[in-house]
């Protein structure tokens, strides 16, 4: 059973910072990536960034690049997603993500999300 727990979602102003955290419990398995995801109302979810453990590159969606910075811990199984420079659009449900397997074949999980406000 893989169980990813997330926190440190919250209300910021514009310009401000906040970070996520990620732990993940789950059985030793093969870890393809681990990132985050978020979710604006009335939108898809889409990637914020992911970090790929097999040769460290990491990605990142174009509008967070130079302000969000992900850092991922595959032995300690945790996940943070550092934000700065906040702005009212990254106001959004921000999902923790866990592919297990290969990047031909994996299995995704999800934790429970968390709000993150940026608003005045």
């Known amino acids: 059973q893989v169980q990813l727990v997330e926190s440190g979602g919250g209300l910021v102003q514009p310009g401000g910072s906040l970070t996520l955290s990620c732990v993940i419990h789950e059985t030793t398995s093969e870890i393809y990536t681990l990132g985050w995801y978020r979710q604006g109302s009335g939108k898809q979810r889409e990637l914020v960034a992911e970090s790929v453990m097999a040769d460290g590159t990491i990605n990142y969606a174009d509008p967070v690049k130079a302000r969000f910075t992900i850092s991922a811990d595959k032995a300690k199984k945790t996940v943070d997603l550092h934000m700065n420079n906040l702005k009212p659009e990254d106001t959004a449900v921000y999902y923790c993500?866990?592919?297990?397997?290969?990047?031909?074949?994996?299995?995704?999980?999800w934790g429970q999300g968390t709000q993150v406000t940026v608003s005045s």
């Open positions: 993500n866990i592919k297990i397997g290969t990047r031909w074949a994996y299995t995704s999980f």
